[in-house]
């Protein structure tokens, strides 16, 4: 049976009274030509570290709102970001195990999927200011346990070009082909994510790995040894074409990578993905075919 999206997705709210007052403003008050700029001078003003937000979970981050930004936006006039996919990391990560978090942003997975119980995190995220993000909401979760590797990861040790592709959303942060029009912000070292991982001495397996890296997955992918010790259980990965593409490959040779090594590929609701529509939060779920499914994967399955 599919998971059929039963269990609620993960939704942030104010996590002090000036919070949730803010949040009334931007969430109820009907729509005017002023609203988003009132909001931002209200956030500059009454919350200059950063509006405190909580999830379900009790992970708390700080967002900045003082200026343009789509995912702390998303938080902010929606109450969330990638709900279902959220929803999804923690069922697969109930009974605990090690969450390998590449492209961790502001850190919403891993304060999130940190709380459980049983659960070590390793954080990977390149970019400067998401990284520092990603330390000051850590800090307001101080039981997870959780390494941070401030670099990037690629299919081989090299210098890259590294820039936002968007000035209005610090999630497009990513490795840029030599022949993008897009401005370069720096050159960062990556790395192979076997390296990463050598360096680290993982106990556990991992149980779960989440990449969000603008559509150099790929590439992070084939820097990892597949039948190794570093073989993850279950994936939750970006899957959007247009990016693959940019990065000079292509949705089926994405699946194709995946067949290979032994990983079927699944909506984040549980179904067969089959990729001829684009996936809900354009996110995909990979299951390893090599250990069945485990405990956590059928209890997502089942809807439960």
Request: glycine content about 10%; aromatic content about 8%.
């Given at each position: 049976m599919a998971h059929?999206?039963?269990?609620?997705?993960?939704?942030?709210?104010?996590?002090?009274?000036?919070?949730?007052?803010?949040?009334?403003?931007?969430?109820?008050?009907?729509?005017?030509?002023?609203?988003?700029?009132?909001?931002?001078?209200?956030?500059?003003?009454?919350?200059?570290?950063?509006?405190?937000?909580?999830n379900q979970s009790g992970a708390r981050i700080q967002i900045d709102v003082s200026q343009a930004d789509f995912i702390p936006?998303?938080?902010?006039?929606?109450?969330?970001?990638?709900?279902?996919?959220?929803?999804?990391?923690i069922d697969l990560m109930k009974t605990g195990g090690v969450f390998l978090d590449i492209g961790s942003h502001?850190?919403?997975?891993?304060?999130?999927?940190?709380?459980?119980?049983?659960?070590?995190?390793?954080?990977?995220?390149?970019?400067?200011e998401a990284f520092i993000d990603l330390q000051k909401n850590l800090s307001l979760n101080p039981e997870i346990q959780a390494r941070?590797?401030?670099?990037?990861?690629?299919?081989?040790?090299?210098?890259?070009?590294f820039g936002n592709t968007s000035s209005y959303n610090s999630g497009t942060a990513r490795v840029l082909?030599?022949?993008?029009?897009?401005?370069?912000?720096?050159?960062?070292?990556?790395?192979s994510l076997n390296d990463v991982l050598?360096?680290?001495?993982?106990?556990?397996?991992?149980r779960l790995l989440k990449i969000d890296v603008e559509g150099h997955e790929l590439e992070v992918f084939k820097g990892l040894d597949w039948s190794g010790p570093f073989r993850p259980e279950n994936i939750i990965s970006e899957f959007d074409p247009s990016l693959l593409l940019r990065a000079n490959h292509s949705s089926e040779e994405f699946l194709e990578f995946f067949d290979e090594n032994d990983y079927e590929p699944?909506?984040?609701t549980g179904e067969p993905f089959r990729n001829a529509l684009p996936p809900p939060e354009e996110n995909i779920w990979l299951r390893s075919r090599r250990t069945g499914p485990a405990r956590a994967a059928e209890n997502v399955a089942a809807g439960l």
């Open positions: 059929n999206g039963n269990s609620p997705g993960v939704t942030w709210n104010g996590s002090s009274p000036g919070a949730r007052a803010y949040l009334w403003y931007t969430r109820r008050v009907p729509g005017h030509w002023a609203k988003l700029r009132v909001a931002r001078n209200l956030g500059k003003y009454f919350f200059p570290r950063g509006l405190p937000l909580i936006q998303a938080l902010v006039y929606d109450g969330s970001w990638e709900p279902r996919s959220l929803a999804l990391a502001l850190g919403l997975y891993t304060c999130t999927v940190g709380k459980l119980s049983g659960v070590s995190c390793v954080c990977i995220e390149p970019a400067p941070l590797v401030h670099a990037g990861v690629s299919s081989e040790t090299m210098i890259h070009s082909p030599d022949d993008t029009g897009h401005k370069e912000t720096c050159l960062i070292a990556c790395v050598g360096r680290i001495k993982l106990r556990q397996r991992i699944l909506t984040i």
